[in-house]
Nanobody, 115 residues
Framework: EPQLVESGGGLVQPGGSLRLSCAAS????????MKWARQAPGRGFEWVSS???????YYADSMKGRFTISRDNAKNTVYLQMNSLKPEDTAVYTC?????????WGQGTQVTVSS
């Protein structure tokens, strides 16, 4: 059964950094597109970043230069390094997998940026 488990969220001050992790199991991770999305309070889901099996990466405009997505196929894990965090980055961050058998989502991890 496919499973995605996020970790690494928490409370950070503006300008700080966090690294989120998403451990995957139950599907062929190395060939899957891995994504991060977020949902801020009272708002819909917002796509953050994607990384393809060939390592190519894509980011939403507001995250370019601040966030870095990466993957470790040996560990079946995708990461999101977030730097220069702003209060408006406060959200539940969720990872997702687009696999040959369908799309799967994790439960999310809370990131709060506040002084």
């Amino acid at each position: 059964e496919p499973q995605l488990v996020e970790s690494g969220g928490g409370l950070v001050q503006p300008g700080g950094s966090l690294r989120l992790s998403c451990a995957a199991s139950g599907f062929t991770f190395s060939s899957s597109v891995m994504k991060w999305a977020r949902q801020a309070p009272g708002r819909g889901f917002e796509w953050v970043s994607s990384i393809y099996s060939d390592g190519s990466t894509y980011y939403a405009d507001s995250m370019k230069g601040r966030f870095t997505i990466s993957r470790d196929n040996a560990k079946n894990t995708v990461y999101l390094q977030m730097n220069s965090l702003k209060p408006e980055d406060t959200a539940v961050y969720t990872c997702a997998a687009a696999t040959e058998d369908g799309d799967y989502w994790g439960q999310g991890t809370q990131v709060t940026v506040s002084s």
